[in-house]
């Protein structure tokens, strides 16, 4: 809605690269009301506790929202993605300028879910409303500081569009997860914690 500072719309990609041990992942935010766009790539070999341990960060904040809409868009921070087909096919490439870079396309092997849908979201509704998983097929390459890493994965895509505020209250305790078995065989699941853990 205009004039509502809170009003959030997402985009998620993932991929993997299990022979390198690296997950990826490239995430973009924006505040359309605000005019501001958190976004980026996220990529880590093996278990990373915090951002400074990653293979590769660079998550900017505050970037200028993308002119026109969800379909066609690049960043101020070298990220471009754009809708081969809606909701099958789209194409991210990142290039910062540097000797690192992202080229990659997620194809769909399901129907996305959407969580409103047929659904009785009860508590959960406050973070799950308005918002759609899928999985798909990931190819490309990923380069960081000059070494080339090759994607063919299984992997995952959401997206999400509500109001949105990083308190406890709007965004619960809780676990996401999601399996890859083969084209045909996948999970994806929520796990909501009791409030009391830490």
Same mark, same amino acid.
């Given at each position: 809605p205009v004039g509502d500072w809170a009003w959030t719309e997402t985009n998620w990609f993932s991929f993997q690269i299990p022979e390198d041990n690296i997950d990826g992942e490239v995430y973009v935010y924006c505040r359309p009301n605000l005019g501001v766009t958190y976004a980026g790539v996220f990529a880590w070999d093996g278990f990373c506790k915090h951002f400074t341990d990653a293979y590769y960060f660079d998550i900017r904040h505050h970037l200028p929202m993308p &002119?026109?809409?969800?379909?066609? =868009?690049?960043?101020?921070? !070298? *990220?471009?993605?754009?809708?081969?087909? +809606?909701?099958?096919?789209?194409?991210?490439?990142?290039? +910062?300028?540097?000797?690192? =870079?992202?080229?990659? &396309?997620?194809?769909?092997?399901?129907?996305?879910?959407? =969580?409103?849908?047929?659904?009785? *979201? !009860?508590?959960?509704?406050?973070?799950?409303?308005? #918002?759609?998983?899928? +999985?798909?097929?990931?190819?490309?390459?990923?380069?960081?500081?000059?070494?080339? #890493?090759?994607?063919?994965?299984?992997? #995952?895509?959401?997206? $999400?569009?509500?109001?949105?505020?990083?308190? #406890?209250? $709007?965004? +619960?305790?809780?676990g996401w997860h999601v399996g890859h078995f083969d084209e045909g065989n996948w999970f994806h699941c929520w796990l909501w914690g009791d409030g009391d853990v830490q």
């Amino acid at each position: 809605p205009v004039g509502d500072w809170a009003w959030t719309e997402t985009n998620w990609f993932s991929f993997q690269i299990p022979e390198d041990n690296i997950d990826g992942e490239v995430y973009v935010y924006c505040r359309p009301n605000l005019g501001v766009t958190y976004a980026g790539v996220f990529a880590w070999d093996g278990f990373c506790k915090h951002f400074t341990d990653a293979y590769y960060f660079d998550i900017r904040h505050h970037l200028p929202m993308p &002119t026109g809409d969800f379909d066609d =868009y690049r960043l101020e921070n !070298g *990220l471009h993605v754009k809708v081969l087909e +809606p909701l099958r096919r789209y194409q991210i490439s990142y290039e +910062p300028g540097t000797d690192s =870079y992202l080229h990659m &396309t997620f194809e769909a092997i399901s129907d996305a879910i959407d =969580y409103n849908e047929g659904r009785d *979201l !009860g508590s959960e509704a406050r973070f799950i409303a308005n #918002h759609m998983e899928q +999985p798909g097929r990931v190819r490309g390459e990923l380069c960081v500081r000059g070494r080339k #890493h090759r994607i063919d994965c299984l992997s #995952h895509r959401d997206h $999400s569009w509500a109001r949105r505020f990083e308190t #406890h209250d $709007s965004i +619960p305790n809780l676990g996401w997860h999601v399996g890859h078995f083969d084209e045909g065989n996948w999970f994806h699941c929520w796990l909501w914690g009791d409030g009391d853990v830490q």
